[in-house]
């Protein structure tokens, strides 16, 4: 009798130790996912800020991260600003155009520019980018899409842009 107290015993302690494996798994894995997808987030969100510039001075999105990354530590936004009042008819409004760069105004977050492409939390794999012009309403409209191609979780693959609507919404959004 002592035998099978022992063994129940021990068979009882094992699927204890097997049930808290089972119910910490699910929550150690949201809690790493959630650590993950934030520095991602954040890079998507870096990644469209600059797709944003890029768009706005040259009238179309970059269809690769090469030129991006040279648009970002080379590029230039063109700031005008009206001086006048442009409700007063008899007033004269002067436009003073100025330079500022791209890199210190967008890159101040700490994600270093050359990293722009790289997914974070992996080895080196890249993010997918693709831009181009779709229409929409008889309208061409300049697209950009870029995909998370390593993401911790399968099921929840994150994306900023997309390539058939004219959109620069994050699916986490």
Do not use: C, H
Not at 49 to 77: M, P, V
Not at 128 to 133: D, F, K, N, P
Not at 140 to 146: D, S
């Amino acid at each position: 009798m002592k035998i099978i107290n022992i063994v129940l015993s021990v068979v009882i302690l094992l699927l204890a130790a097997y049930l808290y494996y089972i119910i910490s798994q699910p929550i150690k894995f949201q809690k790493e996912k959630e650590v993950r997808y934030t520095k991602v987030i954040e890079q998507l969100k870096q990644i469209r800020t600059t797709q944003l510039a890029f768009k706005a001075e040259n009238g179309k999105y970059s269809q690769d991260f090469n030129q991006l990354i040279d648009f970002a530590k080379n590029g230039q936004f063109t700031v005008v600003k009206r001086i006048g009042n442009t409700d007063d008819s008899t007033a004269v409004i002067v436009r003073d155009t100025t330079y500022i760069s791209v890199k210190d105004s967008l890159f101040k977050n700490n994600i270093p520019i050359d990293s722009l492409p790289i997914i974070p939390f992996t080895n080196g794999a890249k993010f997918s980018l693709e831009a181009g012009i779709i229409e929409k309403g008889r309208v061409k409209v300049p697209v950009f899409e870029v995909i998370d191609t390593e993401p911790f979780d399968k099921k929840d693959v994150l994306k900023v842009g997309s390539m058939t609507e004219p959109t620069n919404a994050g699916n986490w959004e």
